[in-house]
């Protein structure tokens, strides 16, 4: 009796930590933490556990594809930040480039409470997703939910898998900038970075959709004092006018990824 009780208890706190299933993905709302603290951030994360041969997006998918969205549901003063993405993989399906994961994948997001948030509180997060094989895409939606208690609480069994994954989300670097000089079908990009970060071997990906062209991969080379330049095809979909472009810089000789922002000044 005592063992049937206990199965009991273990298979429904299993089911309260079950995802959602939509199409071909699963998510699922974690926390590195099961309490908060007033105006402190909280890092939770959005997970998706993906069928086998199917992919998900990143935030530019690329040729196709589209990126997951969120729409929170806070308590009063509670703000959301962005979702944030882990270096993406590179799919290639019947001359079509998309940046994506499978598998399953860990974005972390910072929730900061109001300064005067107290008692336990649910957040609620709506979620979309398009996931696709190279046959089909097939859309999938979430109604996900968490409760957080109030008071600095204790790290939960996802802490470190969200700290993992924190660890692949490409940031910005002090020193590191990025020019653009756009062409007529190309745009002239000029990287710098401080001088105990090494680019070379670094792969550059657009992270803003629709500015560079996909079919080829830009690899940064040797340095040039410190610099680097890459002149690359535009999308064909690009805007006649291109005012800003963040790009994605990961592996070569990097630590770790970085992301690189340029806006054009008026």
């Known amino acids: 009796m005592i063992r049937s009780v206990v199965f009991s208890i273990v298979?429904?706190?299993a089911m309260a930590r079950a995802g959602v299933k939509s199409g071909h993905a699963e998510a699922e709302l974690l926390s590195a933490s099961d309490g908060y603290s007033a105006g402190?951030?909280?890092?939770?994360a959005l997970k998706l556990k993906l069928d086998r041969g199917w992919h998900s997006y990143w935030l530019n998918p690329g040729d196709s594809g589209a990126p997951v969205s969120i729409?929170?549901?806070l308590p009063d003063g509670w703000v959301a930040g962005p979702l944030l993405y882990p270096v993406?993989?590179?799919f290639s399906t019947?001359?079509?480039v998309g940046y994506g994961y499978d598998d399953e994948v860990i974005m972390p997001v910072f929730l900061t409470p109001a300064e005067d948030a107290s008692g336990e509180v649910k957040v609620r997060a709506a979620i979309d997703w398009l996931t696709c094989d190279p046959s089909a895409c097939v859309p999938g939606e979430a109604e996900l939910t968490?409760?957080?208690?109030d008071g600095v609480g204790d790290p939960t069994p996802e802490a470190k898998d969200i700290e993992k994954a924190y660890r692949t989300v490409p940031q910005p670097v002090d020193g590191a900038t990025l020019q653009v000089e756009p062409g007529e079908k190309t745009l002239t990009l000029t990287i710098t970075l401080p001088d105990d970060v090494d680019g070379e071997g670094a792969e550059l990906i657009a992270a803003t959709p629709n500015v560079l062209a996909t079919q080829e991969r830009v690899i940064l080379g040797p340095s040039e004092e410190g610099s680097w330049k890459a002149i690359v095809p535009k999308n064909e979909y690009a805007k006649k006018t291109i005012d800003e472009l963040e790009v994605l810089l990961t592996g070569g000789k990097l630590e770790a990824p970085l992301m690189l922002s340029w806006i054009m000044e008026n």
């Open 88 to 90: 993406p993989q590179r």
């Open 94 to 96: 019947a001359g079509m």
């Open 146 to 149: 968490l409760d957080l208690k």
């Open 11 to 13: 298979l429904c706190a």
């Open 71 to 73: 729409d929170w549901t």
């Open 40 to 44: 402190q951030p909280v890092q939770l």
